[in-house]
């Protein structure tokens, strides 16, 4: 399993069917996915599908929604990554989300700073966009804290209205 990048507590690597019984059971549960999307839980079938996906976009691109894993004990806590905004892009987004268990211990900040460190670094990508649910205040925290600067509202993604952020490297 390839590792993309690391830091104290966490790396990120590739999406396989290893992390499939994890991230099913995360990625089910109503309260995480309230501001994913349309706020409606993922099947088993779509999270498998979207693991596919994302390794898939991995190989052709060098970028995805990776899985990020807790170093000291193999733990997978979630994803954070980039990807082409709303499928289509041509932004790309940075995107996080982790299981409900690990919330509020730091590692959404780590890993989204990881992520945005490896697409603005080694990836050379030079715009970060990210957008939240107005009321999803925690991202929106997490953000602000990794350098992301608020650019207003807008519905242009995913179509729903969000705040969005720039980090341009
Ligand atoms: C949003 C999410 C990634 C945050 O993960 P996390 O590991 O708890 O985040 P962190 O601990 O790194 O940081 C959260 C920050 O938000 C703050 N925060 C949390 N809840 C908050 C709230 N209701 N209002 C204001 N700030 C809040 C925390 O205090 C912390 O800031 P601080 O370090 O200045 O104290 C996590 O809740 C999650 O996965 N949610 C479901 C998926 C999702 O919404 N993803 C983002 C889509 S845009």
Redo the contacts with the bound molecule.
């Keep these: 399993m390839t590792t993309i990048a690391s830091s104290p507590r966490l790396h990120l690597r590739v999406p396989s069917m290893a992390d499939l019984d994890a991230l099913a059971a995360m990625w089910a549960d109503p309260e ?5 999307g349309k706020g409606v839980p993922w099947t088993r079938d779509e999270v498998t599908a979207r693991i596919e996906r994302g390794a898939r976009a991995h190989a052709e691109r060098g970028f995805c929604f990776w899985t990020v894993v807790r170093n000291d004990d193999g733990a997978v806590l ?1 994803q954070a990554g980039v990807t082409a905004i709303d499928f289509n892009g041509p932004e790309i987004e940075l ?6 268990e ?9 890993a ?1 700073r990881l992520a945005a460190a490896h697409a603005t670094g080694p990836l050379g990508i030079t715009k970060l966009v ?4 107005p009321e ?4 929106r ?2 953000l602000t ?1 990794i350098g992301f600067h608020a650019a207003g509202l807008s519905d242009l993604y995913y179509g729903v209205t969000a705040m969005t952020y720039r980090l341009l490297a």
Excluded at 32 to 36: G, K, L, S
Excluded at 95 to 100: D, F, I, K, V
Excluded at 102 to 110: I, N, S, V
Excluded at 136 to 139: G, I, P, R, W, Y
């Design positions: 995480t996915m309230r501001y994913i979630g995107g996080y989300r982790l299981g409900r690990h919330w509020g211990r730091g590692y959404a900040t780590e989204a990210a957008v939240a649910y999803n205040l925690a991202s925290r997490v804290k």
